[in-house]
């Protein structure tokens, strides 16, 4: 349905915009005894139990996800696997079934198995790691939510901060993190063979099963986050540069049949390392490879960069066979997840290389530009952030993504965390682009806690004004996880029209061995422990294509056929409008006015609006009528029975502000990087709990004759009182109290 902007001139309410603006609310979660007393509980959604139906498979043009009985499934997932080891049974069966209330289906843990400490040896397997995820995954499974399995992250504080020299990888030991080394090193390969096979061939002692016939597991990770084509290549120990040298020679042998006939195809372009009488080649750093080059050195270029995705793709084919092959396991696979130094130049070259695997995933986060000591692990005071809404940076929308044709697509971490103050625009936005596009899985990051976090600092870091550092990466939060429930339910019930493909870009391999640019390319993110600690800023989009057509529907690529195949939709002109600041989807369901910072979805059992509301004040939909003084404010309404608004005899009626901690305080500043002056704020306190949530100041009108009784829930779900309920025609206007998040119309 399209947009419409028809006033409705029948009311004559008195508007909220005459009382006094009430003051904030303490969040306080009340807890749960999980009884059918409450009006809001999405455990239905979910099988009885996680696998109930089979394992799950793709569909029948591998786009999407289905179960084996053929049901199509669609996934509201999160992180929270590892946060689940120090709850006792009781508490993680709880926690599970909280998940389960709010909308959630999967679970994702991400950890590694691999040994910890001194003096481990490499073949050994952290079984202490292995038996809480074997009790997560039989949790998880009774509350209908399936697993997704991380179980190797080559970032040192996840090898238990150290690398004995006793694992034999040369160059490697101490606190050296092992990026890239997998994908040279045939003993850090075998290692990891060894790893899995015991995470998932021994018989799980929480189920009975062993985890290759489980499957209530979802998705297997090959590993998190590495990659050729990072900037972290550029930094390998020699050792290991040496080897891929090696291993680089051999490949231009088998290409080109010697090193002389390699050396002429590339006019003798020559680098100081090289080696040829002994077998070794050097290699161009991760800088060279996104500049624009000519001659022998691009020849040389374009055949290590062919080199690398080779290597990379051989690697995950490898351990795909082992997992499916060897091992038995039936689930899905994702090889891995991570970006790259040049999204137009590189990303492709990544995503080709999974090509061998079912599932392609990317992390994107919408990062809240935060800079200070240890800002990729904790929040100070003295921290500066930029924090600006995505309402205003459509550009960097998490599932802007270039999907590979044919395939499913996942970001398996990602989220709005703190500092950002605009979170609750995060699962509106998420849902219907998601919905939009087609995308299939998208795990926010990261549930820290069995509900919401009661204490989001740590406590060892109080200073001496008695301020603690806050949690970076928490999602257990009221503009977090309390956010979920409307929007897990518009997801997952597929409230919103997926829309036909607008561009459809079909790239050649050797285009993409010379790291010639993308027709269309997504925005860059930024990673705060690794970007940072390369000290190197990735370049803005810089495609041929308007980035904007990520927000019309389906953006979809293709590697290795013929270019002129390319598809752009004609239709892509007339829904982007640069001077007014908006995007309209194909369907005609989704706005996204980034002028304003103002998004607004529509459909038949789904309707809302997010963002700077306060500025215009009044929103006037076909099926809903939202009017509101809150300067910054989400409201939805979505149908909990699958009907339609106007006939539906139970509606979720969801609000989301702004929360902050108590007595948080900082200022506005500016700070300089990388030659640039960044406008934000100085957090000058971090606050304590509770969380203080901005009022709801909004008067809603829904067009449906049926409703007779409008309900205030608690933060659990349960009835709290009735509101006064006005009918005017075939509609009924409800004034939503100020601390208000769920209300129910039935």
């Not at 979505?638 to 608004?645: A, G, H, M, Q």
């Not at 009924?732 to 039935?746: A, G, K, Q, T």
């Amino acid at each position: 349905m399209k947009f419409h902007h028809s006033i409705l001139a029948i009311l004559s309410l008195t508007f909220i915009s005459c009382q006094q603006q009430p003051e904030p609310w303490a969040f306080e979660y009340p807890g749960d005894d999980f009884t059918e007393e409450a009006l809001l509980d999405l455990r239905y959604l979910n099988e009885d139990y996680a696998g109930e139906h089979g394992f799950i498979e793709l569909s029948e043009d591998g786009e999407s996800f289905m179960r084996e009985d053929g049901e199509p499934i669609r996934f509201w997932p999160v992180n929270g696997g590892g946060s689940t080891r120090g709850m006792s049974d009781e508490e993680l069966a709880w926690h599970a079934r909280f998940l389960a209330k709010q909308g959630v289906n999967m679970n994702r843990w991400h950890g590694s198995i691999n040994p910890s400490g001194k003096g481990t040896d490499i073949f050994d397997v952290d079984t202490a790691e292995v038996e809480a995820i074997w009790r997560f995954v039989a949790a998880m499974k009774r509350e209908g939510i399936y697993s997704t399995i991380s179980p190797f992250w080559p970032h040192n504080g996840h090898m238990g901060d150290w690398v004995p020299e006793e694992w034999g990888i040369e160059g490697y030991s101490g606190t050296d993190a092992l990026w890239e080394v997998l994908y040279f090193n045939d003993r850090l390969k075998e290692a990891y063979k060894t790893w899995v096979k015991y995470l998932y061939t021994e018989v799980n002692p929480h189920t009975g099963v062993a985890l290759k016939d489980e499957p209530a597991v979802g998705i297997i990770q090959i590993e998190n986050e590495d990659g050729v084509f990072f900037w972290t290549m550029q930094s390998i120990k020699p050792e290991l540069k040496e080897l891929v040298g090696e291993l680089f020679a051999e490949w231009l042998k088998e290409k080109y049949g010697s090193l002389a006939a390699a050396y002429q195809a590339w006019d003798g372009e020559r680098l100081s390392g090289d080696r040829p009488s002994e077998g070794v080649l050097d290699i161009y750093g991760t800088w060279e490879m996104v500049q624009e080059v000519s001659g022998g050195k691009a020849a040389r270029l374009a055949d290590q960069t062919e080199f690398y995705a080779h290597r990379q793709r051989s690697f995950y084919d490898d351990i795909h066979d082992y997992y499916r092959n060897e091992l038995g396991c039936r689930q899905l696979i994702n090889p891995n997840n991570w970006k790259t130094a040049s999204p137009e130049k590189l990303d492709d070259l990544e995503r080709y290389t999974y090509l061998g695997c079912e599932v392609p995933a990317v992390n994107r986060y919408y990062a809240p530009g935060h800079f200070g000591q240890d800002n990729g692990w904790r929040i100070n005071p003295g921290h500066f952030y930029q924090g600006e809404s995505c309402l205003k940076n459509p550009l960097k929308l998490p599932v802007n993504v270039k999907q590979v044709a044919g395939k499913p697509f996942m970001i398996t971490e990602s989220g709005w965390n703190p500092p950002h103050v605009y979170q609750s625009e995060a699962p509106p936005l998420i849902a219907a682009y998601q919905a939009l596009t087609g995308h299939d899985a998208y795990y926010w990051f990261y549930i820290t806690s069995k509900a919401y976090m009661e204490f989001p600092y740590f406590e060892f870091t109080k200073d001496s004004a008695g301020m603690y550092a806050m949690n970076r990466w928490t999602y257990s939060t009221p503009g977090g996880i309390a956010q979920f429930p409307a929007y897990a339910l518009m997801f997952r019930n597929g409230y919103i029209s997926e829309g036909e493909v607008m561009v459809h870009e079909v790239r050649e391999l050797d285009a993409m061995w010379n790291r010639e640019s993308a027709l269309i390319s997504e925005e860059t993110s930024f990673d705060p422990n690794r970007d940072q600690l390369e000290g190197i800023v990735t370049a803005d989009v810089n495609s041929e294509l308007n980035p904007f057509a990520f927000l019309t529907g389906p953006v979809k690529t293709t590697y290795g056929g013929d270019p002129s195949e390319t598809y752009v939709n004609d239709k892509l002109p007339e829904l982007i409008d640069m001077e007014a600041g908006t995007v309209e989807s194909v369907t005609g369901e989704l706005l996204f006015d980034h002028a304003n910072g103002i998004f607004k979805f529509e459909s038949e059992k789904a309707a809302g609006v997010s963002g700077f509301l306060g500025t215009k004040g009044e929103f006037d939909m076909e099926d809903i009528m939202v009017k509101t003084t809150n300067e910054y404010i989400s409201v939805g309404v979505v149908s909990i029975d699958e009907k339609p608004i106007r006939e539906s005899g139970r509606l979720l009626v969801q609000t989301g502000t702004t929360y902050r901690p108590t007595d948080w305080e900082q200022e506005p500043a500016t700070y300089e990087r990388e030659g640039d002056t960044l406008s934000g704020f100085t957090i000058l306190n971090t606050g304590k709990m509770p969380w203080l949530a901005q009022p709801t100041m909004v008067e809603l009108t829904v067009m449906n004759p049926g409703i007779t009784k409008a309900v205030l829930l608690d933060l659990a779900g349960y009835p709290v009182r009735e509101l006064n309920l006005k009918r005017k025609s075939d509609r009924v206007v409800v004034e939503l109290p100020p601390e208000s998040l769920y209300v129910v119309l039935m």
